[in-house]
């Protein structure tokens, strides 16, 4: 039998088994779910590259459609089944991955309808590539109560998909023709920023987000994989996260943190405020010293570390904020970036600290509840899983978050792009939908849109 066993009050058991393996690609393994668990998949790596996740099939989805308490549902359905499993000191945890929408409140029926407001799974084949290590876990959670054989069965399988992406060559599809650019409500999104610029100015709110959509059409369907592979090769700096659902995939290459708990050591990053990258060295050099001078563009980058500030004076001490943001540099766009960190101070959980720091002024606006109610009803879509947190837990509740942006959600032929931008008292029509241009980027060189207009 495998070696970890566990039962609670609803007879569930959690069996978990793992073991260590060479090095393999990533992608080779995700690309091995492709006939077998496809719409059930989902691939993590953090900016660093020194952590790596994908989980092919679902052991077990926690999920809920709650607008109030839907952090504290998954948190404690997840303490809840952990409490299933008897983990005798594993080399790895079983991982919770998954992420929320970013208004539960917003109910416009749109390509995310059958995202849940919070959605999460434990894969049944689970990788972690950690430093220089690799590990896969089977995961099977069931009430039954003889599993000796599906449990067999399913070492099997692991064992296929193992040689599967050790050895056969990942297969990266060409890009789909693309047929059709559609720049969604560009006139609304216009509009929608004169109008709240003016509400701003009027001193009604701070700082309100707002952003739009594109929806592009190919000529064929892409491959999970395929996409996730090429948003690698394009974002190398960033994270890098996939999560499919059916016949979706919501996937992107963010640049922000939204919370890291490791250790007691929680880390978060102010970033906001942007410019586009120069075409030669001193142009680049010259836009980024600008960014740190200018005026707007500190604004929109002080109320994020503000109320980054104010979660970390609450839940944490020996807090470390730089006084002035440094520049992040990445491939299309720089960024204001104030690096944040502290040691956990009581027994908060992640999830305690996702619920505390969604949305940040960075993606929802200041104060938080008025704006992301001034958002939900100037940009007349429905934002899904774009700028809310996607990410990680595992049995010992230390994981990490990132904030979904520079993202599409692709479904068959069809992508859908998000992307916005911080409004402030200076803020114009003109320059805001330039920096969604630039942010839009990414994710268009990754799936083949594009780029002129
Ligand atoms: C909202 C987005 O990005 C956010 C907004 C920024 C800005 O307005 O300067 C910068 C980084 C992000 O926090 C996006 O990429 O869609
Ligand atoms: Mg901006």
Redesign the pocket.
Known sequence: MPNTTGQNKTTLRFYTETIEVSRMSAHAFFEAGEDCYKGKRFFWQNKEKTFTLVGLGHAYVLANDLEKNRYQDIAQKWEELCACSLIEKADVSPILFGGFSFDPANKISSEWNSFPSSFFAVATFQLVIRDDQAFVSIHLITEEQDSAAAFENLRIERDTLIHTAQVKELKVHEKPQLLQREDRLKDEYLSAVEAVTNRIRNKEVNKV?I?RSLKLTFENSFSSSTAIYNASMEQPESYLFGLEKEDKIFFGAT??RLVKLEKGKVESAG????VRRGTNLEEDKKLGDALLADNK?LM?HQY?VNMIRKVFDQYCEQVKIPSRPKLMKIRDIQ?LFTPIEGKIKGSSSLFEFVEAMHPTP??GGEPRQEAIEIIRESEQMNRGY??APIGWVNAEGEGEFA?G??SALIENQYAYL?????LVSESTSLEEFE??RV?FRPMLRTLGGNMND
């Open positions: 987000v952003g640049p922000e970033l906001a405020g942007s563009n929109e994020v960024h960075a993606l774009y700028a904030v942006i520079r998000y992307a916005g931008g911080g920096e969604t942010k």
